[in-house]
């Protein structure tokens, strides 16, 4: 059964950091797409970033370039989103997903991420 945890979220200063957490099992995460989104109130879904099963990254949005970064250790099956630099804007409900080769795609249930000072 796949499932997936997210970790980490929290309240952040602006210009502070967050590592949240994706932990996976069910599946190796090396075989997946793997997806981090975010939705912040009122707002409609936005794609933050995501890497391949081979490593390669998919995308990252253009307002989290130089201050996100997504990684992943495969022994521990999980996948990162490393925030820094974090601003008011970053304020979201943070979503894994994992996308399967048949574009079968499971969801998190999300940590909550507040940038306040």
């Known amino acids: 059964q796949v499932q997936l945890v997210e970790s980490g979220g929290g309240l952040a200063q602006p210009g502070g950091s967050l590592r949240l957490s994706c932990a996976a099992s069910?599946?190796?995460?090396?075989?997946?797409?793997m997806t981090w989104a975010r939705q912040a109130p009122g707002k409609g879904l936005e794609w933050v970033s995501g890497?391949?099963?081979?490593?390669?990254?998919?995308y990252l949005l253009d307002s989290v370039k130089g201050r996100f970064t997504i990684s992943r250790d495969i022994a521990k099956n999980t996948v990162y989103l490393q925030m820094n630099n974090l601003k008011p804007e970053d304020t979201a409900l943070y979503l894994c997903?994992?996308?399967?080769?048949?574009?079968?795609?499971?969801w998190g249930q999300g940590t909550q991420v507040t940038v306040s000072s």
């Open positions: 890497i391949y099963g081979d490593g390669s990254d998919i």
């Open positions: 997903k994992a996308t399967t080769p048949s574009r079968v795609d499971y």
């Open positions: 069910g599946f190796a995460v090396s075989s997946y797409a």
